[in-house]
């Protein structure tokens, strides 16, 4: 294997884990940094430093400037490539170091700026969805996109199993992106008409609206919160309840029952719920403080059929 080892990785998250595999593979990583509170990337990246003798760097964000700096310093540096990073480059580091950054963006932009494209790509049911590697300039995703793939988004992923799905994609691209970087490749400039941004979903984001959202819509929903937030939320008789798997079923007959309410529930059909537009969803699993459960299980806690779910 030759070593060049020119490359830095600052990530946050597991979706790095298989591109810095494979930049070690080529020979390319030098150092990981990461954040020191992350507990799922400090684990991985402690034995992975350990078991190959690449330099990693647990980073502060009160330290930020000074350990950048110090990366920076790194003989023969080409790029240092930020993937799920959650603290923003300095500006003056990257007015002092043009070409030097670049950013894993897992959601296709200029549509999926934001914290959470995966999350977005799911809940808004997107056909397909991807990686846009961009450089890293002072306004956040909106430097020149260098190099972008994509993938088909289809109804039944999960927020989980994408998040793999775009991990081995990040690995998969590293060799075209190489060939770019190597050519001087500037990127293109992102079409602002076309530009979305989505902030961090909070509480309102990961419920159920039964009253505006049909089936088809509801499963999106559960499968983008799936398994970050153990599921979607709703509430039946005071208790929260997070729908965390579903499907959409062929409705038997005309239903005019407010969506929400339930339609049956038994063991042997599940748990079936009213939808809007006159839709209808079966509940297979389920989260409670009690733990996760067949969506029929809350037989147990009381519910019958006609009884309401309600939007939080």
Same mark, same amino acid.
């Given at each position: 294997?030759?070593?060049?080892?020119?490359?830095?990785?600052?990530?946050?998250?597991?979706?790095?884990?298989?591109?810095?595999?494979?930049?070690?593979?080529?020979?390319?990583?030098?150092?990981?940094?990461?954040?020191?509170?992350?507990?799922?990337?400090?684990?991985?990246?402690?034995? =992975?430093?350990?078991?190959?003798?690449?330099?990693?760097?647990?980073?502060?964000?009160?330290?930020?400037?000074?350990?950048?700096?110090?990366?920076?310093?790194?003989?023969?540096?080409?790029? /240092?490539?930020?993937?799920? =990073?959650?603290?923003?480059?300095?500006?003056?580091?990257?007015?002092?170091? *043009?070409?030097? =950054?670049?950013?894993?963006?897992?959601?296709?932009? *200029?549509?999926?700026?934001?914290?959470?494209?995966?999350?977005?790509?799911?809940?808004? #049911?997107?056909?397909?969805?991807?990686?846009?590697?961009?450089?890293?300039?002072?306004?956040?995703?909106?430097?020149?996109?260098?190099?972008?793939?994509?993938?088909?988004?289809?109804?039944?992923?999960?927020?989980?199993?994408?998040?793999?799905?775009?991990?081995?994609?990040?690995?998969?691209?590293?060799?075209?992106?190489?060939?770019?970087?190597?050519?001087?490749?500037?990127?293109?400039? #992102?079409?602002?008409?076309?530009?979305?941004?989505?902030?961090?979903?909070?509480?309102?984001?990961?419920?159920?609206?039964?009253?505006?959202?049909?089936?088809?819509?509801?499963?999106?929903?559960?499968?983008?919160?799936? *398994?970050?937030?153990?599921?979607?939320?709703?509430?039946?008789?005071?208790?929260?309840?997070?729908?965390?798997?579903?499907?959409?079923?062929?409705?038997?007959?005309?239903?005019?029952?407010? *969506?929400?309410? /339930?339609?049956?529930?038994?063991?042997?059909?599940?748990?079936?719920?009213?939808?809007?537009?006159?839709?209808?969803?079966?509940?297979?699993?389920?989260?409670?403080?009690?733990?996760?459960?067949?969506?029929?299980?809350?037989?147990? =806690?009381?519910?019958?059929?006609?009884?309401?779910?309600?939007?939080?």
């Amino acid at each position: 294997m030759s070593t060049i080892q020119d490359i830095a990785v600052l990530c946050n998250n597991r979706m790095a884990f298989s591109a810095i595999q494979t930049l070690y593979s080529l020979g390319r990583l030098h150092t990981i940094g990461a954040p020191l509170e992350n507990e799922e990337v400090k684990a991985f990246c402690s034995v =992975f430093a350990e078991k190959t003798g690449i330099n990693l760097i647990w980073l502060e964000k009160a330290k930020l400037i000074s350990q950048i700096k110090e990366i920076i310093k790194i003989n023969n540096l080409k790029c /240092v490539f930020t993937m799920t =990073f959650p603290w923003k480059i300095p500006e003056e580091i990257i007015d002092q170091n *043009p070409n030097l =950054f670049y950013n894993f963006h897992y959601g296709l932009l *200029p549509e999926m700026r934001g914290a959470d494209p995966v999350f977005e790509s799911i809940r808004s #049911q997107k056909s397909e969805t991807g990686i846009s590697v961009h450089a890293i300039e002072k306004e956040i995703d909106k430097g020149k996109i260098i190099l972008k793939k994509t993938l088909p988004l289809h109804a039944d992923v999960t927020h989980g199993m994408l998040c793999t799905h775009l991990s081995y994609l990040a690995s998969y691209l590293l060799p075209e992106l190489f060939t770019r970087l190597n050519l001087n490749d500037k990127g293109d400039s #992102q079409d602002e008409t076309l530009a979305q941004y989505y902030k961090k979903p909070i509480i309102t984001d990961v419920s159920i609206q039964w009253e505006k959202q049909d089936s088809k819509s509801i499963q999106a929903l559960v499968n983008a919160c799936n *398994p970050w937030n153990k599921g979607a939320y709703t509430q039946w008789n005071g208790l929260n309840i997070r729908f965390l798997e579903v499907s959409q079923i062929q409705k038997s007959q005309d239903n005019t029952k407010t *969506p929400g309410t /339930v339609l049956e529930i038994n063991e042997n059909n599940g748990l079936i719920i009213q939808c809007y537009n006159d839709t209808q969803l079966r509940i297979n699993t389920i989260y409670t403080d009690e733990g996760f459960m067949s969506g029929h299980k809350l037989l147990a =806690f009381g519910l019958k059929n006609g009884e309401q779910f309600a939007s939080l």
